[in-house]
């Protein structure tokens, strides 16, 4: 059984205005993605600013969505490092606070032969039960998972399920799932490629663009899988000009900006994260104003 199918969403860890955690509004956002159609919250990711939050929040960030979410959909918890040790940590504090599965980025700044992706991955998942959902996204880790690796890790650990690709490659995308027989719960981790990679035999998206219109993202998703590919196309094609606003600074600084526009008081970014540049805040306004956001 997968861990999910259809649109879980990436989602931000709110602040005070002090930069520390506001767990009242993470509950709040996650009751109104939840109402919103949402397939399952994934927490404390690249969105989810889990790079600069300290191993306590990450720990506590984890167990309060489980503890919010009370089962009503899959949480699925970011628990990757460049530091292998530390991501047996905390995927092991997850799996003890409830969660469902572990998404676990690549070792980054190491950049690690394929070989050591394999021991680095292997290592972590010896060491759960939980269902492990691996995250490819070299343009910010540095690292690539190759298709070849993907396949082996597949078939030595049972516990390794998945992919999150964001990797913008069809091609590399299309070898993997070849290589792995079809056997892979692939996720797309590219909002603007939820469409084609479903037509790969992917599952679902860990979307980003969910935080600001999560029940669209879930109907792209489930008009697919159920069959209704002109739906699900007519959304992704609608969706593209917010999707490029969201991501025209890097990720999350556009999408906690656009949800504290829409007054959900999201709170501030933590260092070296900072605001929008001017033009570009004024881009992502005039996206969302046509998308119907705003």
């Known amino acids: 059984m997968a861990v999910f199918k259809g649109a879980g969403v990436a989602i931000v860890t709110p602040m005070n205005?002090?930069?520390?955690?506001?767990?009242?509004?993470l509950e709040e956002i996650i009751e109104e993605q939840i109402a919103g159609a949402t397939d399952a919250i994934v927490i404390v990711g690249t969105t989810g600013e889990g790079s600069t939050?300290?191993?306590?929040?990450?720990?506590?960030?984890?167990k309060k969505a489980v503890e919010f979410t009370k089962h009503r959909i899959p949480v699925v918890a970011g628990t990757g490092s460049n530091c292998t040790a530390t991501a047996i940590q905390l995927t092991q504090e997850a799996e003890e606070h409830g969660a469902d599965a572990a998404l676990?980025?690549?070792?980054?700044?190491?950049?690690?032969?394929?070989?050591g992706l394999i021991a680095h991955y292997s290592a972590i998942a010896d060491s759960t039960k939980l269902p492990m959902i691996l995250y490819n996204v070299p343009g910010?880790?540095?690292?690539?998972i190759a298709p070849e690796t993907v396949a082996t890790l597949r078939k030595t650990k049972k516990n390794i399920v998945g992919?999150?690709?964001a990797t913008a490659n069809l091609a590399q995308t299309s070898e993997m799932m070849r290589l792995c027989d079809g056997d892979l719960e692939l996720?797309?981790?590219?909002?603007?490629?939820?469409?084609?990679?479903?037509?790969?035999?992917?599952?679902?998206?860990i979307s980003v663009v969910s935080n600001v219109a999560p029940h669209d993202v879930h109907e792209m998703v489930m008009s697919f899988l159920n069959g209704d590919i002109e739906k699900a196309r007519q959304i992704q094609l609608r969706e593209l000009p917010l999707v490029d606003a969201l991501f025209c600074e890097v990720n999350p600084i556009p999408v906690k900006t656009a949800m504290n526009l829409m007054?959900?008081?999201?709170?501030?970014?933590?260092?070296?994260?900072?605001?929008?540049?001017?033009e570009n805040l004024e881009r992502l306004k005039k996206a969302m104003k046509d998308y119907g956001l705003l």
Do not use: F, W
């Open 163 to 165: 992919v999150k690709d």
């Open 263 to 278: 007054g959900k008081e999201v709170g501030p970014l933590r260092l070296p994260l900072c605001e929008m540049e001017p």
């Open 53 to 62: 939050l300290s191993m306590e929040e990450h720990s506590e960030c984890i």
């Open 140 to 144: 910010r880790t540095g690292t690539n």
């Open 187 to 205: 996720y797309s981790g590219e909002d603007g490629l939820v469409v084609p990679i479903l037509s790969l035999g992917g599952i679902g998206v």
């Open 17 to 25: 205005a002090d930069q520390s955690v506001n767990y009242d509004k």
């Open 104 to 115: 676990v980025v690549t070792p980054y700044y190491n950049k690690a032969t394929q070989n």
